[in-house]
């Protein structure tokens, strides 16, 4: 067994692994901290090495980080763990989440989804049936990814899955007719245009109590102070953009790079080669295109107190007059 310095074991003791690694008020400290997040090789690790990492943290939480030093676990191996327990358990609940569901899975079911939608764009069948196995896939993702402390309701999630899902379709079918008279790029960039749809139907209603109610504000110790709809609206439209402008790299330089290809007849004889083609460019543009683009806005979002609604605004002077600026949690 590996014998750890004292000074390695005060370095475990010092760390709060309830916080990311980096430091998250800069775009690089959010980007690395999302690359490792969604880092696909995750769904690879094996049942022992999670349920390890799941040992690991809880015996840090439990405040036995003295016993870790012992063990031979260092501060590396100590975030190497608390990320990997991330990955594949529930931040709330504790319990192993739906493998699909996880967010280390996001980049290869998005890439084999992406670039069937793509590849099988013209077929009204086709169309209708990718855009279902999408809007099924993100449900899971929500359901999976769920509050455990505010979980979203049965009624909900329906509401959102048939929503988006009709969005997407109708969006797509839609357009499909409308690109038939246009150049064949237009065509191609359709499902991007329902993938957009579906979004702005389907996070907003996930997150319609937020709506209705307010979202949670809170100082900076992490104290509630009040709840506003406005700072809601705000959460919402970032998360929205923040998950269209994911999808729009691969959804964009594929269909330019197949119409490429057609326009120079390279693919004549191989036409097989047209969706393995267009899923692989979905795959490398998604490793980046997801992290990158979780990462455009802090997780920990500041608002100035005057920016709120005028009664939230009034409460929260009221009951803490020196408080001038609160905080809210987007979401994903």
């Known amino acids: 067994m590996p014998v750890i310095a004292e000074n390695e074991v005060s370095s ?3 760390v709060n692994i309830d916080k990311p690694y980096w430091d998250q008020s800069s775009y690089r400290g959010r980007a690395l901290h999302f690359l490792t997040v969604t880092n696909p090789l995750n769904i690879f690790a094996p049942k022992k090495e999670l349920e390890r990492a799941r040992e690991v943290v809880k015996m840090y939480r439990e405040n036995e980080s003295e016993d870790l030093g012992k063990l031979g676990i260092t501060v590396d191996d100590l975030w190497r763990y608390k990320y990997l327990y991330d990955s594949a358990f529930h931040p709330d609940t504790g319990e192993k989440m739906l493998l699909i569901g996880r967010m280390s899975a996001q980049v290869p079911m998005n890439m084999l989804i992406t670039g069937c939608m793509m590849t099988f764009y ?5 169309v209708i049936f990718w855009q279902w196995i999408n809007q099924s896939f993100n449900a899971i993702v929500n359901y999976t990814n769920r509050s455990g ?7 909900t999630l329906t509401r959102s899955y048939v929503g988006a899902t009709g969005g997407a379709v109708i969006t797509a079918l839609s357009l499909n007719r409308l690109a038939q008279h246009g150049p064949p790029l237009a065509g191609r960039l359709v499902p991007l245009a329902a993938v957009a749809a579906a979004n702005c139907v389907n996070i907003p209603l996930m997150r319609i109590t937020e709506l209705q109610d307010g979202i949670e504000l ?8 009040g709840q506003s709809k406005r700072a809601a609206k705000q959460a919402i439209t970032s998360v929205t953009l923040s998950r269209i402008l994911m999808a729009s790299p691969s959804m964009i330089l594929a269909p330019i790079i197949m119409n490429y290809l057609d ?4 693919l004549r004889n191989m036409k097989w080669a047209a969706g393995p083609i267009q899923v692989l460019i979905c795959g490398v543009c ?7 683009c979780c990462a455009l806005f802090a997780q920990r979002v500041a608002i100035p107190v005057y920016q709120l609604e005028p009664e ?11 408080l001038d600026t609160v905080y809210y949690n987007k979401g994903l």
């Open 12 to 14: 475990i003791r010092s």
């Open 122 to 126: 013209k077929s009204t069948p086709a």
């Open 149 to 155: 402390s505010n979980p979203i309701s049965s009624e």
């Open 218 to 225: 809170q100082n900076a110790e992490g104290s509630k102070v």
């Open 263 to 266: 326009r120079k007849r390279m």
């Open 286 to 292: 998604l490793t980046f295109a997801t992290p990158l």
């Open 312 to 322: 939230v605004r009034n409460n929260i002077q009221s009951s803490h007059p020196k």
